[in-house]
């Protein structure tokens, strides 16, 4: 397990002067997190939240500028693919906004952690989710919202390249980009598994960069799993070039856990206790 003294002087020191060994410590830390949530829930999608962990690490250590005092200085997340909730209740644990403990109620009755993340138990959050490809959709409206309100921080929007099969995902991908919302960034968790085998096998995307190119937007490509790369692509898209931008990662499901990695049977099953403990021996491994 990690040595806590260590992971809490990561969390307590600047932004800035957190080192992307540090970022990948604490992305295990998640990892360990997600996957005790969903063995405990016996219930759950480990897959695409382990493959998002290195992504979030940074994201919440890094890149946001969360402020929930003061809204209209805040930066804003919202995440479309509600199902990997676990990774976002263990980042939002990991930088105190609710204990630790509480992670482990995770898709309890009567916990606050539901299967699908809910404004209504949760006010932390900025949106409720869970029904696919409505995601942009909130974003259009909420940096519509931002916008008027001359809020100046930025929007960020976690979407899965499985519900880029989805209308509603283009008609706000369009109405975006028509409105010029450059504060806000999308990215795109592009593990190419969705819950019935590979996207290319259910619906082929095609080009994806070229489609949202051709809607308006401006495209990046990178690694999901390299933090030069993840943080590189977040630093582009706080540029404003009058275009709303989104980043594809290309992240592995089951990231880190051998036994899961790129199989997608993994994107919404539960560990046994056999499975659980030898992914945590797995993990444990690379603290």
Same mark, same amino acid.
């Given at each position: 397990?990690?040595?806590?003294?260590?992971f809490?002087?990561?969390?307590?020191?600047?932004k800035?002067?957190?080192?992307?060994?540090?970022?990948?410590?604490?992305?295990?830390?998640?990892?360990?997190?997600?996957?005790?949530?969903?063995? =405990? %829930?016996?219930?759950?999608h480990? @897959?695409?939240?382990?493959? /998002?962990?290195d992504?979030?690490a940074? *994201? &919440?250590?890094?890149?946001?500028?969360?402020?929930?005092?003061?809204p209209?200085?805040?930066?804003?997340?919202?995440?479309?693919?509600?199902?990997?909730?676990?990774?976002?209740?263990?980042?939002?644990?990991?930088?105190?906004?609710?204990?630790?403990?509480?992670?482990?109620?995770?898709r309890?009755?009567?916990?606050r952690?539901?299967?699908?993340?809910?404004?209504?138990?949760?006010?932390?959050?900025y949106?409720?989710?869970?029904?696919?490809?409505?995601? =942009? %959709?909130?974003?259009?409206?909420? @940096?519509?919202?931002?916008? /008027?309100?001359?809020?100046s921080?930025? *929007? &960020?929007?976690?979407?899965?390249?499985?519900?880029?099969?989805?209308?509603?995902?283009?008609?706000?991908?369009?109405s975006?980009?028509?409105?010029?919302?450059?504060?806000?960034?999308?990215?795109?968790?592009?593990?190419?598994?969705?819950?019935?085998?590979?996207?290319?096998?259910?619906?082929?995307?095609?080009?994806?960069?070229?489609?949202?190119?051709?809607?308006?937007?401006?495209?990046?490509?990178?690694?999901?799993?390299?933090?030069?790369?993840?943080?590189? %692509?977040?630093?582009?898209?706080?540029?404003?070039?009058?275009?709303?931008?989104?980043?594809?990662?290309?992240n592995?499901?089951?990231?880190?856990?051998?036994?899961m990695?790129?199989?997608?049977?993994?994107?919404?099953?539960?560990?046994?206790?056999?499975?659980?403990?030898?992914a945590?021996?797995?993990?444990?491994?690379?603290?």
């Open positions: 397990m990690p040595d806590a003294q260590k809490k002087s990561i969390l307590n020191k600047n800035k002067e957190i080192t992307n060994s540090e970022l990948a410590y604490c992305a295990n830390k998640l990892r360990t997190d997600i996957v005790k949530m969903v063995y =405990l %829930a016996a219930s759950g480990p @897959g695409g939240a382990l493959g /998002l962990a992504i979030f940074a *994201l &919440y250590l890094k890149v946001l500028n969360l402020n929930l005092e003061k209209e200085i805040s930066d804003r997340f919202l995440l479309s693919n509600g199902h990997v909730c676990a990774i976002q209740y263990a980042s939002m644990s990991m930088v105190g906004m609710f204990p630790e403990d509480e992670l482990w109620t995770f309890k009755l009567g916990s952690l539901q299967g699908h993340p809910s404004t209504h138990y949760l006010p932390q959050l949106n409720s989710s869970g029904s696919l490809g409505q995601g =942009l %959709a909130q974003a259009c409206g909420a @940096g519509l919202g931002m916008r /008027l309100q001359n809020f921080g930025h *929007l &960020y929007i976690g979407i899965s390249d499985g519900e880029c099969q989805e209308g509603m995902t283009w008609e706000a991908a369009m975006i980009a028509h409105y010029k919302m450059d504060h806000v960034t999308a990215f795109v968790d592009y593990n190419h598994i969705q819950i019935d085998g590979r996207v290319e096998d259910v619906m082929n995307l095609g080009n994806l960069a070229d489609k949202f190119s051709s809607f308006g937007w401006l495209t990046r490509s990178a690694s999901g799993h390299d933090f030069d790369q993840i943080l590189s %692509a977040f630093e582009w898209a706080k540029v404003k070039e009058g275009k709303p931008k989104i980043i594809l990662f290309e592995t499901l089951g990231k880190n856990v051998s036994f990695e790129n199989q997608p049977k993994w994107h919404g099953s539960p560990p046994d206790k056999e499975q659980y403990e030898t945590m021996k797995e993990l444990e491994n690379l603290f």
